[in-house]
């Protein structure tokens, strides 16, 4: 295992480097910047970091007018409060204006675990990608968190990117970002298992362990949640005949209804989608919420077996 | 400002106003009376307050308008037309499929429209994202922005208020058109904004209050806004009438959104098309003195 990096700390990183050569990117923040991994941008470029203080909903607005002239402004808050909070300002100043504006939402999923569910962000996939035109980001480790940043400036439109607090390590070596697609992880013909953010790094150990018990899957690791890659989808459902889905987000509405729209449409094969069931979650260390609702290899691998079995019963 | 442009701005408005009735006549409803009470200012904006180029409405030097109560939209394409930004013609299509002029302003569809607002309490804090970007990019370009006074109830309006005043936008106007009426009633007994003057020079504002009907007023009050700023945005309570122009409508609730009885329109157009015609004479009067 690589070692260990902060998201937050290489996402800001990511965007100060891309700063240094486009001069019209500029940080909001809402009382947020320092933590969101831009203490160094605001010291080196106090022209372009703006402090608003804690108002998502006037930040979200005040980046779509930004925008009208020019500016990418990325602005990078506590995940709930720069989703639900700020929901309308999203669809309308951003979506519909079609403004090229950058939203980013750390500490996503439960991170903030013991802070309990006011701190926690497990709809916003769901919300978030029914804006239309709006792209919809997961990066899975520091080097996809890196390339999706580069990507995700150079896209003009409107974009949502979650990332998470605690440190994670390197999954894969880095490589260009295209938006929009997913890629497999892993080969295998039994059964396709398709994962988000940080999740990935469990459903690869839980792979490993599937094989050892002879279950040979295929991991997707799906970083775009909208525009969702209808064709790696569908290939999969062709090829594996069985798919799974793992998201820290609730099983409704997020990358497990992206997946199951595709499947449904295209090419109907059975789905199961492992996630957190829509109830305020319960507080804790990381960890132990993660193997609470199953979202760790352990809780993978229990629930693809049973799936896996009962599929050939 | 003399008499003859005062008369000439007001005549320009009366235009204006029958530009809104002939939406009307074309959707059979709109959002009449706040269009009515803002359309004096949106009329002295467009013909004489901002720097503006209706060939070239991207122009990057143009000031902005910002119509923050959406739903007087009908204000605004008025203006619009009559200032040769698209053909009079293309008023006859609000409220029909594919209407480059929805019932709720659409920059993507008209040259002119700065942002998609309808949604109440979202105009000021995009205004003032927009007046610190054209600050920081070295444009010496101004935002205006037309509010309504119910819509200041929406919180999000005091989050851009403060972030305005504390981020030095002094090319920001904001004219609060303050009729007194929203759909339920009086402003005041809905939910109390008053008073919006001491409310917004708290947060740190230049206030001014007029009379939103005037042209002179309007006048007097933009130009204290560049000549006595003190880095500060600006705020304009226009105080103003419910349906100006239309008598039997005036200051009167129901009136907010209007679907014509039988009789209604036609008195409104006999209303409006004899005001037109007084002041064409005046006008002309004073061009021969």
């Known amino acids: 295992m690589s070692e260990l990096r902060d998201p937050r700390k290489t996402f800001g990183a990511a965007v100060a480097e891309v700063a240094e050569k486009d001069k019209r990117i500029v940080v909001l923040s809402a009382d947020s910047g320092g933590s969101s991994g831009f203490k160094q941008f605001a010291a080196d470029h106090p022209d372009r970091y703006y402090e608003f203080g804690i108002m998502e909903q006037g930040v979200t607005g005040i980046a779509s007018g930004m925008a009208t002239v020019g500016k990418i402004p990325v602005f990078c808050a506590i995940a709930p409060f720069v989703t639900c909070r700020s929901y309308e300002m999203f669809r309308n100043d951003l979506g519909y204006m079609k403004q090229n504006v950058k939203i980013v939402g750390r500490n996503g999923g439960f991170t903030y675990s013991d802070l309990g569910a006011t701190h926690h962000s497990l709809e916003d996939f769901a919300i978030m990608r029914m804006v239309p035109g709006a792209v919809v980001l997961c990066p899975q480790d520091p080097g996809e968190i890196r390339q999706a940043v580069r990507a995700m400036l150079a896209h003009d439109g409107p974009v949502y990117m979650r990332i998470g607090n605690p440190p994670i390590p390197e999954l894969f070596p880095e490589q260009p970002f295209e938006i929009g697609k997913g890629r497999v992880l892993r080969e295998g013909d039994d059964l396709t298992i398709i994962s988000t953010g940080t999740c990935t790094k469990e459903v690869l150990e839980a792979a490993e362990m599937l094989s050892e018990k002879g279950l040979d899957v295929r991991v997707i690791g799906m970083p775009t949640i909208a525009p969702i890659d209808v064709d790696i989808i569908r290939k999969a459902a062709k090829e594996t005949k069985r798919i799974v889905t793992v998201e820290e987000h609730y099983v409704h509405g997020g990358l497990g209804s992206a997946v199951a729209e595709v499947v449904t449409e295209y090419c109907p094969v059975p789905v199961k989608m492992i996630g957190v069931p829509r109830v305020y979650a319960v507080t804790g260390p990381y960890n132990e919420l993660l193997h609470y609702y199953g979202l760790d290899a352990e809780g993978i691998l229990k629930t693809v077996s049973e799936f896996a079995a009962k599929q050939h019963s | ?289």
């Open chain 2, 1 to 289: 400002m003399d008499r003859l442009k005062q008369k000439e701005l007001e005549l320009i408005a009366g235009r204006c106003r029958r530009n809104v009735l002939r939406m009307i006549e074309a959707g059979h409803h709109g959002h009449m009376g706040g269009a009515l009470s803002c359309i004096d200012i949106v009329t002295y904006l467009y013909f004489r307050g901002m720097k503006i180029d209706p060939r070239n409405p991207e122009w990057e030097e143009r000031d902005r308008f910002l119509l923050s109560a959406g739903h007087k939209c009908m204000a605004q394409y008025a203006v619009l037309a009559e200032k040769g930004y698209f053909a009079k013609e293309v008023l006859d299509t609000y409220g029909s499929l594919h209407s480059y002029i929805p019932g709720h302003p659409d920059m993507h569809k008209l040259a002119g429209i700065e942002a998609n607002t309808g949604a109440l309490g979202h105009g000021l804090s995009i205004a003032t994202g927009m007046a610190l970007g054209l600050k920081d990019s070295g444009k010496n370009a101004r935002v205006y922005v037309v509010m309504g006074d119910g819509e200041l109830a929406e919180g999000s309006n005091w989050e851009a208020a403060a972030a305005a005043a504390h981020h030095h936008a002094d090319n920001l106007i904001v004219f609060v058109d303050f009729n007194g009426l929203q759909i339920s009633g009086r402003v005041q007994d809905v939910m109390n904004m008053t008073p919006i003057s001491e409310k917004f020079r708290a947060f740190g504002w230049n206030v001014q209050d007029i009379d939103g009907n005037n042209m002179r007023e309007i006048e007097a009050a933009l130009k204290m806004t560049v000549s006595d700023n003190h880095n500060k945005p600006s705020a304009i309570i226009a105080h103003t009438v419910k349906a100006k122009g239309i008598s039997f409508a005036e200051n009167k609730a129901q009136y907010h959104f209007w679907t014509p009885k039988q009789g209604e329109l036609e008195a409104a157009v006999r209303e409006i098309e004899d005001n037109i015609q007084r002041l064409e004479k005046e006008v002309q009067k004073l061009c021969q003195n």
